[in-house]
Every structure is written in C-alpha cells, then in structure tokens.
C-alpha cells in the first residue's frame, strides 16, 4: 500500500495505491488519524489505484469519517475501481457518503 | 473431473497471505476472472481473519490450525471448504449490520461476515466432531 497526499482548493487530497487490507489497514488509519488531528477537514480518497480493500479497511475509513463529522468536517471519495466498488455497495458505505466518477467532479 | 487440493496451516495472522494465495491459485485454475477472484481472496481474507483471531483461546496451541480445501466439484462448481478446531462460531447466527444507518449511527463491525454471505453464492455451517466447518459454494 502506498498513500500520496496533496492539496487542491479547499480539499486534501489522498490517493492510495494498492490494497488495504487487514495487515495494511492501521498504517491507513493512521495516516487518516494524523491528518485530521493536523486539522485538515474536507478530505477526498481518491481510490483509482486502489485494487482491494476489506472490512479491516472499511472500519478505519468509517472511524476517521465519524472523527471527522465530530469536528465539522466531511470524508469523501473519487473513482472507485470494480472490487473495491462492489464492496462499497454491499457494506451500503456508497450511500452513507458522497462518491464521484473522477476527481475533478469532487472538487466542484 | 473432480479435483481436490487441502493446505493445513497456522491460525495466525503471519500466514493470511499464505491462505489467500493458496485459494487464489485454485481459483485461477478454474479460470475466473480477476474480479471473481480478488472477491474469492476477499471472503477467505475475512473467514482467516476470524478464526485467527477469535477461534482459539490459546494462541500458542500447536494445534491452532486452519484446514483450507478447495474443491471442483462437476455438480457442484467449485466449492472451498475451511475447518478449524477452535470454539464453535456459526456465522450463519450472526446478524447483519444495520445498512441504512448514518455516519454517526453506524456500527463499526459486523462487515466480513456480511462480505462472505454476499459474496458467495452459498455458504453452510456445520459442527463436526469438535470442529467448525464453513463449505463455500463459490
């Protein structure tokens, strides 16, 4: 796994690369865990070259995006990819939270 | 023609990767599609998981293992079966998490066993002689 991060407007965005995964996912909620706590609060998981994610990854995400909304602030997502998107689906997580085709849709 | 093929291995989560490849490869010889198979990955991920974590109260019993068969069967496609000798779990009991909850109200477990039943096309529990026995039909 391997999480790049960057800013653009008002959002920070993260893009990971690879799986989250029950070995993989605390390194994840980690670095979700440090950015919030630096403050930032508009963030966007760009998941284009994301391969995998299980219900480890789910439940870091799910956490940070309750942390989040403790502190006015909102967890988003761009570009899902076939496996990672059906298990968004199922968990019912594409409706609990906003979902855009492509990046520049988010940051509209 | 049916074929076989069984891997024993330790309940400890080191060895997740071992068991993931194990079913991935018998998966890939059975020609499904890279899809098909990283949610085959997926489920076997989640049931590792759980036996690894919650199956033996002694982490260090050198019989804490995980027997992982996969199976083509003709009648049947193919079919994974995973038996544990740890205390009996029947994930079948095990509710589903409320889906429509939001951010706030939503609980934070309960998903690995709701990716194995949807996943899956079937799945049945069975205890047997002191061991728990999860049959995939995949």
Partial sequence: MQIKTGKEKNMLIVSVKGKIDTITAPE???TLFSLITQGEKN?????????????????????????????N???????????VKEVFKISGFSTIFDIFDTQEDALK | MDISATITIPAKLEFLYESVDFVS?????QK???????????????????????????KNDHDANIE??????????????????????DIMS?????????????????????????LMYEVQYRREEGRNKLTLFV
């Fill in chain 1, 28 to 30: 994840f909620e980690k």
């Fill in chain 1, 43 to 71: 963030l966007l998981l760009n998941f284009s070259e994301l391969d995998y994610i299980n219900s480890a990854g789910l439940r870091s995400i799910l956490v940070s995006a309750k942390q989040l909304k403790v502190n």
């Fill in chain 1, 73 to 83: 602030g909102k967890l988003s997502f761009s570009e899902l990819k076939g496996p």
């Fill in chain 2, 25 to 29: 490869s018998c998966a890939r010889e």
């Fill in chain 2, 32 to 58: 499904f599609s890279n899809e098909k198979i990283s949610e085959i990955a997926l489920v076997i991920e989640e049931v590792f998981v759980n036996i690894s974590k919650y199956a033996y109260a002694e």
């Fill in chain 2, 68 to 89: 992982i068969t996969c199976k083509s069967v003709e009648t049947k496609g193919f079919v994974i079966e995973i038996v544990d000798s740890g205390v009996p779990f």
């Fill in chain 2, 94 to 118: 095990v509710r589903e998490p409320d889906l429509t909850s939001d951010i706030n109200g939503r609980q934070t477990g309960g998903l690995g066993i709701l990716f194995i039943k949807k």
